[in-house]
């Protein structure tokens, strides 16, 4: 059993599961009612899904649950079976088994170990998609917001505008401002208690005191579910290949959400998931989720930094944060039917802007011109077309467009060597055996060709082995002829990681495109000064002699430089 939790971290388990348990509450009852299911749908998602996935899982300390995109994609699959079906009812036999088998496909991927490839997509398209994804949410949420039913798509948001506009519920307006403005500005004031509770609590118990005439949740079933299983025999056969579609979607969107969390609790704990188990882990818990009507979900970035910040450090963690939520459906359900609409609103519009990648966005100009593209096509097929086929686009013309440039490249007679070679050396040979004293805390890394989003994730692996007496880097990029965006940020938190143990990193023989990607978005002359950038690694050579030969202790002289290169970091701001 210690798999699942160390009595050395009994405490923190309990307090990092509790804490995740209450941020997920508010977002669980916002994305249940946005789904088109009920606020019920989304709790019964989170409390299954949370606890199944933390036993099954290949992330301990991962907190899972309907997240943004997911809603989105539950929410279209809803919207099409009430579409066809007339009610949600009669269409319910389509949602559950769309979702179980979402769950099935995430077993298989799993199994057949698909989870390596998902570090293949690359960075423009999963930005252009998170980006658009979180544009939905907010998009959804503005009827709502003003008092409104939601429109059925984005399209007709647009198009239905007027309506709500010219009939603005200025309680329920005045509401969803209010829980915005709490969640924004009460971390301010302290972070120990989440932001979104206190404006649910706040704004939620204001309207009750004053009896404000909104729209609110309505009542909550309370006790044990209902098993929602013998709908699926219901599902008429012309409708199975729709139900395989949405299954598809639901279950490729619910790995990529859930594979990138795991590597962002990975940099925050320092460990290694298992991202095949994670997607078996993932899968058992939306099976299980849909077996009661819960939404389908996956591993949440928020609610897993949360549990680790708040001491959580194995399985323990995320089964509370399930069995947390099992209490309140259990004991404070009646109480939220009293919850306004506009203010599960607001806290889904602060969703949907934490959701949107500004980091890419920003760098739209400066970035390669192929990668701007391939963003803005995705994130326009994502808000007004399928989500699946924006994901397959994007990669599709990522791939299409790379190519051409790598052709382009050949044709102008560049020298590539290979796609994914990368060649290391701990130091060069020398008569005077000046580097002698030095040889194991100098290190080259040579790399040859494109560094393409391809390529990104095995940099970064071999760029993490080299942790530990090192004390500079020299990183040869003379025979480097092009630099993607994925790269660009590949070496951008490389070298931020090393220079967080206190290594030196030093460029040589940068060619003209990946010295202008590099310093147009700022990691030179910030994060790596021009002193350290070398037009030659003969330069490189003279230099790292000159500093050696000319201090008793060199070493230590060129590591002190990396003092004004941390305090300059303080202004860099991507």
Known sequence: MNKFFDLKNLRGDIFGGLTAGIVALP??????????????????????????????????????????????????????????????????????????????????????????????????????????????????????????????????????????????????????????????????????IPSALVALLVASGLSYLLGVNVPVIGDIPVGIPDLKISTIFSVEPAMYWTVIEFAVMLSALGAIDSLLTSVIADNITKTKH????????????????????????????????????????????????????????????????????????????????????????????????????????????????????AVGVGVVLACVLFMKKSSDLVERGTSLKALSGFDGEDAWDDEGGVYEHYRNKIFIKHLYGPLFFGFTSRFQELIKELKGDIKVLIIRMDEVPYIDQSGIYAIEEAIMDLQSENVVVVFAALQPQPFDMLKKIGVIPILVPEMHVFDSFKDCEVWLKHNLQSKENGIEQISAELLKVKKAKVAYRL
């Open 27 to 192: 977002l669980a009852l916002a994305f249940g009612v946005q789904s088109g299911m009920g606020a019920i749908a989304g709790l019964y998602g989170a409390m299954v899904l949370g606890v199944f996935a933390a036993i099954f899982g290949g992330t301990a300390t991962q907190v899972s649950g309907p997240t943004g995109p997911m809603t989105v994609i539950s929410a279209m699959v809803i919207a099409s079976a009430i579409e066809v079906s007339g009610s949600l009812q009669a269409g319910m036999g389509i949602i559950i088994a769309s979702f179980m088998l979402a769950g099935g496909f995430q077993i298989m991927y799993g199994l057949l170990k698909i989870g390596k490839y998902i570090k293949y997509i690359p960075y423009p398209v999963l930005s252009g998609f998170m980006t658009g994804i979180g544009v939905i949410i907010i998009l959804y949420q503005i009827y709502p917001f003003l008092g409104h039913p939601s429109a059925s798509n984005t399209v007709d948001i647009f198009l239905n505008i007027n309506e709500p506009l010219s009939q603005i519920n200025f309680s329920a307006l005045g509401l969803g401002v209010l829980t915005i403005a709490i969640i924004y500005i009460f971390p301010k004031i302290t972070k120990s």
């Open 274 to 389: 298992n991202s095949n188990r994670e997607l078996i882990g993932q899968g058992i818990g939306n099976i299980a989720a849909s077996f009661i009507g819960g939404l389908p979900g996956a591993g949440a970035t928020m609610r897993t930094v949360v549990n680790v910040n708040a001491g959580g450090k194995t399985r323990l963690s995320g089964i509370i944060h399930g069995l947390f939520l099992v209490t309140i459906l259990f004991g404070l359900g009646k109480f939220a039917a009293f919850i306004p609409l506009s203010v599960l609103a607001g806290i889904l519009i602060t969703v949907g802007i934490g959701i949107i990648d500004y980091k890419g966005l920003r760098h739209l100009k400066r970035v390669p011109r192929a990668d701007a593209v391939v963003l803005l096509i995705v994130l326009l097929i994502t808000v007004f077309g399928n989500l699946l086929h």
